[in-house]
C-alpha cells in the first residue's frame, strides 16, 4: 500500500514540478532580458512618455516619469580630456590588441565612476564600451590614451574624426520634438519599453553613444 501511495504522489507531483521548473527558467529569461538600445529622434512628448522614430526606421513609444533622469550631451574637444578626467568610449578592436574609438564622451565629475569598466556594447558590430579613468594621454602622437578601470585598462587610439562630447547633468526641457536622443529601454511585462536614463543631444548635437 505504501509503495503503491508513493508511487501516486510522485505521478501526481512531476507535472508540478514541470510547470515549476518551466516558470523559473521563463521567469530567468525574462528577468535576464537586455535593455533594448533606442537611437534616434523624439517626434512626440507627453506628461508619461515620449515617441522616437529611431535610426532602424522604427516609431517607439517609451515610457517616462518623475525619477527619469535626462543628461545633456554637447560638443566637447579632445583638450578638454586630461590625464584624471573620467570618460567612457565606445570602440571596436585593432589588431595590437588596443581599442579604435568609434566615439568619446566625458562625465563630470559628479559622474565619475559611471559604469566602471569593459563590456560588450551594441554600437557596431565586436563594438565595446570602457568607462575609466584617463592615465596617459598623448594628442600629438595618434591621439592616444590609456582609460584605466577596476581590473584593467585598455589603450584607445581616438582617430580625428570621432566625435567627443559631454555628458552633463540635465532634465525634461531637453525632451522636445526634434530632438535626438540615446537611451536604452527596460522591457516590462506588458511588452512595453521604459527607461530610466536618456541622453539628449542638446543645441542639435546627435549623442554618438
Not at 568609434?102 to 568607462?131: C, I, Q, Y
Amino acid at each position: 500500500m505504501n509503495i503503491r501511495f508513493g508511487k501516486l504522489l510522485r505521478t501526481l507531483a512531476l507535472p508540478t514540478l514541470m510547470s515549476a521548473g518551466l516558470l523559473g527558467a521563463s521567469y530567468a529569461v525574462h528577468a535576464q532580458t537586455p535593455p533594448v538600445g533606442v537611437r534616434g529622434v523624439i517626434t512626440a512628448v507627453s506628461e508619461d512618455a515620449i515617441k522616437v522614430h529611431t535610426n532602424r526606421g522604427e516609431d517607439l513609444s517609451i515610457k517616462i516619469n518623475k525619477d527619469t533622469q535626462v543628461r545633456a550631451v554637447t560638443l566637447a574637444k579632445l583638450t578638454d580630456i586630461k590625464p584624471g578626467s573620467y570618460i567612457g568610449t565606445a570602440a571596436t578592436p585593432l589588431p595590437d590588441g588596443s581599442l579604435k574609438a568609434l566615439e568619446v564622451h566625458v562625465f563630470p565629475p559628479a559622474m565619475a565612476g559611471t559604469g566602471d569598466g569593459h563590456r560588450a556594447w551594441d554600437l557596431a558590430p565586436k563594438s565595446t564600451m570602457t568607462n575609466g579613468t584617463v592615465g596617459d594621454l598623448v594628442a600629438t602622437n595618434g591621439r592616444t590614451l590609456i582609460l584605466k578601470y577596476k581590473g584593467g585598462e585598455k589603450k584607445i587610439v581616438v582617430p580625428d574624426d570621432v566625435p567627443i562630447v559631454n555628458l552633463e547633468p540635465g532634465d525634461r526641457s531637453l525632451l522636445t520634438v526634434g530632438t535626438k536622443v540615446v537611451l536604452f529601454a527596460k522591457k516590462e511585462a506588458d511588452s512595453s519599453l521604459s527607461a530610466n536614463f536618456i541622453s539628449a543631444g542638446k543645441d542639435g548635437v546627435t549623442p554618438p553613444m
